[in-house]
């Protein structure tokens, strides 16, 4: 069960857009559309953003997109502001109740 | 609104068994989803590590399975996870989550963790 690969870091200024890739096989993205993106400040709890590829959970901007294409699962934000600079998570079902993250990708607002 | 938070030894020592509770508050556990713990070694990213359906069964991360053992407490509504023959490979910091979807493969809501040292 290896974590799911993502860019270590991305960029992009106030009002443009960014996309990060989430990577696995087809026994994880590939095989279920139960990707879902989390966003992490420092020192604080990981925030649901997206989930089942494409959901945005009540209260998230519609900036946020998510989006799948075989064993590459992405999040796209829209509009950056300074706000959404983080860490975001991608994370997987994986069969038989396992789940699987990937490594992170720290965003900077420049 | 529904609210986790973890409690338990800040400091254990190497070969022994970290213990943490989470409490549950806004949501009974026995109404329904699963619970899980997620972890967090400084500096580096999430890892999954297992959860338990509101029933009693449990699911764990096969890298860690034969020393994670998650338990339930509906009349306390708590859950709770033991880590035995701890290294400092498992200083991280424990989260604790609400887990919905398919097989509870996402975390809705989640506690503000708990940072655990393994250190002698």
């Known amino acids: 069960q290896s974590a799911l690969t993502q860019p270590r870091s991305v960029s992009g200024s106030p009002g443009q857009s960014v996309t990060i890739s989430c990577t696995g096989t087809s026994s994880d993205v590939g095989g279920y559309n139960y990707v879902s993106w989390y966003q992490q400040h420092p020192g604080k709890a990981p925030k649901l953003m997206i989930y089942d590829v494409s959901k945005r959970p009540s209260g998230v901007p519609d900036r946020f997109s998510g989006s799948k294409s075989g064993n590459t699962a992405s999040l796209t934000i829209s509009g950056l502001q300074a706000e959404d600079e983080a860490d975001y998570y991608c994370?997987?079902?994986?069969?038989?109740?396992?789940?699987?993250f990937g490594g992170g990708t720290k965003l900077t607002v420049l | 609104q529904v609210q986790l938070q973890e409690s338990g030894p800040g400091l254990v020592k190497p070969s022994e068994t970290l213990s943490l509770t989470c409490a549950v508050s806004g949501y009974s556990i026995s109404s329904g989803y699963y619970w899980g713990w997620i972890r967090q070694p400084p500096g580096k990213g999430l890892e999954w590590i297992g959860s338990?359906?509101?029933?009693?069964?449990?699911y764990y991360n096969p890298s860690l399975k034969s020393r994670v053992t998650i338990s339930v407490d509906t009349s306390k509504n708590q859950f709770s996870l033991k880590l035995s023959s701890v290294t400092a490979a498992d200083t991280a910091v424990y989260y604790c989550a609400r887990l919905s979807g398919v097989r509870g493969a996402v975390g809705d809501y989640w506690g503000q963790g708990t940072l655990v040292t393994v250190s002698s």
């Open positions: 338990i359906y509101h029933s009693g069964s449990t």
């Open positions: 994370c997987s079902y994986a069969g038989s109740y396992k789940v699987v």
